[in-house]
């Protein structure tokens, strides 16, 4: 079931099943039912939908959470949400967001040219600790608005983030190629990675 602890689903560099040592936890589903993703956007609604685990501070729920994972779909710049979408922000949709049915030919930037799952250490607070890890289970996808942190420790819940040398986090193109993705890129050559068609042309910078 939702469960199981599926090895394929984790880094070997990260454990996302690990104890929370944090009195933080529940779990939070950020996608509104009933929403298309087409409002203005706010903090509350944010059209990302994936669960993230309980801490040992519940051990009755944390016993029933779901497996976690490290990797997750790439929602583009904030889903499907595009009243930002422009030159300075190109936050575009991506390829997977809550009720997405994105054909390939929608993906008009080049299936090599956009993101499609990357992988994800879960969240820290400011001092350190790691107080988040997601779920395989109801991941719908991740926005790239918010960058990549200079380091594993600095991540947010809702960042992807690594803990490879070199500041590198993995990510898989939509024609199924892997390729790491350096934490210094520009924010918006990455939010262009993100979006699947926004038409910018990408000078490799990544």
Not at 83 to 97: H, K, T
Not at 99 to 121: C, P, Q, R, W, Y
Not at 124 to 136: E, I
Not at 144 to 166: E, I
Request: one cysteine or more; charged letters at 15%.
């Amino acid at each position: 079931g939702t469960q199981a602890l599926v090895k394929s689903y984790q880094c070997p560099s990260d454990d996302p099943n690990a104890t929370i040592p944090t009195s933080l936890g529940g779990m939070v589903d950020f996608y509104g039912p009933g929403d298309d993703c087409g409002g203005s956007f706010n903090k509350p609604n944010m059209c990302i939908d994936y669960i993230y685990d309980l801490p040992v501070s519940y051990p009755a729920m944390a016993a029933r959470q779901p497996g976690g994972t490290n990797y997750i779909p790439c929602a583009g710049g904030l889903g499907a949400y595009t009243g930002r979408a422009n030159d300075a922000y190109r936050l575009y949709p991506g390829i997977y967001y809550p009720n997405s049915k994105v054909k390939l030919t929608e993906i008009s930037d080049g299936t090599s040219n956009t993101l499609a799952f990357g992988e994800t250490v879960g969240g820290y607070t400011t001092d350190g600790q790691k107080n988040f890890h997601q779920s395989w289970m109801g991941a719908s996808g991740m926005a790239v608005a918010w960058g990549l942190p200079s380091n594993f420790k600095d991540a947010r819940w809702y960042m992807y983030s690594s803990k490879h040398a070199g500041g590198l986090v993995q990510f898989a193109f939509g024609d199924g190629s892997v390729k790491g993705v350096r934490s210094s890129i520009s924010s918006g050559t990455y939010r262009a990675l993100g979006g699947r068609s926004d038409g910018y042309v990408l000078n490799q910078d990544y």
